[in-house]
């Protein structure tokens, strides 16, 4: 930086006023040896000149240098792209519910991804697929906005000069933002959604609609009753985003190098999205599970998250922690994608708008 500043330097040049400020005396351009007189070039540009080519020269010094994201763009960045996000795939992550909810300790009623669909749409329609929308949409823009804000907040005091952020520290900061939005957000929002599809399994469903459901669940349950499956929903959320942030930090700097200025194609950004919402559905589908069992109507069965895992492993086999991997596979990879991409435009339009240091 303090090569930048040396040809704008007050001691250098024949400015008068400097040398009348500073005590000491300066003679004209044209009665100095011209061995001291200044160079050409920037030296012999006027002052207020030298002074706004310094101010862009900073201004484009800092561009280059460290990056970060303001948590307040991440948090509004992020919750756009939770809302979009979630309209997109819900019906993935219906069909998915409904598989893990189907115990193979009873008559299964599903065969599979398609008779699932085929069944909801006979039973209930379209809109079938969409039941349970309106909890996850109320969860999924706070969910969202929490897990980028938490991840920016974390991330900034670790990268470095350039704004690089090394693979070690993603993990940590993904995991750190993985429980944050488990705790505040999705555990909550999650048992709502697992209860009022699980409802709908039912022959005589007693939840009308979103509303009426929370109030009925709270009203039996208190507030504790949406915080089923706590500890199974840190442990799924928190190794969820370790593992995304991970392999999306890693390779974005496979791809950037050692160029941190290198912008990223949208299409680009999608396919390493999609890379990594894969590698977080093979890394803990079986959290899912345990998961999506303790937040189910037939919680009460479990004493608790380790009894939930042991009773399915003893009752189904291990083959059980992987039920609903294909249909979860599909909606992960494209939530992943859509997210990181939409994310990621968000910022970009707010950086245009919304200028912070």
């Known amino acids: 930086m303090s090569s930048l500043l040396k040809p704008f330097s007050v001691c250098e040049g024949p400015c008068e006023s400097c040398g ?68 997109i795939t819900f019906p993935t992550e219906y069909v998915k519910t409904q598989l893990q909810l189907d115990a193979r300790v009873n008559p299964p009623r599903y065969r599979g991804i398609g008779d699932c669909v085929k069944l909801t749409v006979q039973d209930h329609g379209l809109r079938g697929l969409y039941r349970g929308l309106s909890s996850l949409l109320y969860g999924s823009i706070p969910k969202s906005a929490v897990r980028f804000g938490t991840f920016e907040m974390l991330s900034n005091p670790m990268r470095d000069a350039t704004g690089r952020l090394d693979n070690t520290r993603s993990l940590l900061c993904g995991l750190g933002a993985g429980i944050t939005e488990a705790i505040i957000v999705v555990c909550p929002m999650e048992t709502l959604k697992v209860k009022l599809i699980h409802d709908q399994c039912s022959l005589r469903p007693r939840y009308r609609g979103f509303f009426h459901g929370v109030s009925e669940i709270i009203r039996e349950q208190g507030v504790r009753g949406t915080y089923q499956g706590l500890t199974a929903t840190v442990l799924k959320q928190g190794t969820n985003q370790a593992i995304r942030f991970y392999v999306m930090n890693a390779l974005r700097n496979w791809y950037k190098g050692d160029d941190s200025r290198k912008e990223m194609h949208p299409i680009v950004t999608a396919m390493f999205g999609a890379t990594a919402g894969a590698a977080s559905v093979f890394g803990n589908t079986p959290l899912d599970v345990v998961k999506t069992r303790m937040q189910g109507l037939e919680a ?12 399915i492993l003893k009752q189904e086999g291990p083959q059980a922690f992987y039920k609903g991997t294909v249909p979860r596979l599909g909606r992960v990879c494209l939530d992943v994608a859509i997210v990181f991409v939409i994310y990621e435009e968000v910022v970009k339009l707010l950086n245009n708008v919304w200028k912070t240091q």
């Open 20 to 87: 009348v400020r500073r005590g000491c005396q300066s003679s004209a351009p044209d009665r100095q040896p011209p061995s001291q007189r200044p160079a050409a070039g920037l030296g012999s540009v006027p002052a207020h000149q030298r002074s706004y080519a310094a101010r862009r020269n900073l201004a484009a010094a800092a561009i280059g240098g460290r990056k970060i994201t303001h948590p307040g763009k991440a948090i509004l960045a992020g919750g756009i792209a939770g809302g979009i996000e979630i309209c």
């Open 300 to 311: 009460h069965r479990y004493k608790n998250t380790m009894d939930c895992a042991f009773q």
